[in-house]
């Protein structure tokens, strides 16, 4: 699977759009953008995924660029809870192996919320 | 009502011991997987089950074996532990073990369980 680089922190205010980038500039066309986030002491969380075009669910929006080397997640409004690691994996989803549940956590990015 | 649960949350034991974690998912879902997250914070896979049939196993000890007796289950027994072994260990499920079928390829985990080996 490709290998992703975020930065190690960023933060944002309560209230705003955070918007956390992600590289991934070796990613074939197979491989989908995966993001979760682990908030202090919980099992990861499932966030939005995607393969070419931008994604919106109920928690965030994934903005996938034209040449999939790069994709941003925005929380649209963040608050004090969004506080965690956030996770941006790629992911080959081959035809029902079991290569597929191969989810490789990187670093991730930790996004602090200020009041 | 809890979606994939683990016990123990914490277990504290001395080197040599023989220990075990069970996870239970209640999501019908047919895959299960164990990862490892160490000190530094990288989540690793460990293993992975597909209706009860191990599909995936990492570069791990063979001191770690995993049991599943049914899709909603699967446990970890570790032998021999040792210092290193300390770790949160996270349970997770998800239906089948990737986008087919038209699912969406998540992972559900559990809250973890914390061991720590003296």
């Known amino acids: 699977d490709a290998k992703t680089t975020q930065p190690p922190s960023m933060d944002c205010a309560e209230g705003r759009a955070a918007n956390l980038p992600c590289n991934h500039s070796?990613?074939?066309?197979?491989?989908?953008v995966y993001w979760y986030r682990q908030i202090h002491s919980q099992g990861p969380q499932y966030i939005i995924h995607?393969?070419?075009n931008n994604e919106t669910n109920e928690m965030a929006s994934l903005i996938i660029t034209e040449d999939r080397k790069s994709s941003t997640l925005i929380l649209p409004h963040a608050t004090l809870r969004d506080t965690a690691v956030y996770y941006c994996?790629?992911?080959?989803?081959?035809?029902?192996?079991?290569?597929?549940?191969?989810?490789?956590f990187g670093k991730g990015i930790t996004l602090s919320v200020r009041p | 009502d809890t979606a994939v649960s683990q016990t123990p949350k914490y277990l504290v034991t001395q080197m040599g011991n023989d220990k075990s974690i069970k996870c239970e998912q209640n999501?019908?879902?047919?895959?299960m997987y164990w990862y490892k997250q160490d000190s530094k914070k990288f989540l690793k896979i460990m293993f992975s089950?597909?209706?009860?049939?191990?599909?995936i196993n990492e570069t791990v000890p063979n001191r770690f074996s995993p049991k599943s007796p049914d899709k909603a289950h699967l446990n970890l027994h570790i032998n021999s532990l040792e210092l290193g072994d300390s770790a949160v260990y996270f349970c997770?499920?998800?239906?089948?073990?990737?986008?087919?079928?038209?699912?969406?390829?998540?992972?559900?985990f559990g809250e973890g369980s914390r061991l720590t080996v003296l």
């Open positions: 997770a499920s998800s239906q089948g073990p990737g986008l087919a079928g038209g699912g969406t390829g998540e992972l559900f």
């Open positions: 994996i790629v992911r080959v989803d081959h035809a029902y192996t079991g290569a597929n549940s191969k989810l490789t």
């Open positions: 999501l019908g879902h047919d895959t």
């Open positions: 070796t990613i074939s066309g197979n491989e989908y």
């Open positions: 089950y597909n209706n009860k049939e191990l599909i």
């Open positions: 995607g393969l070419k």
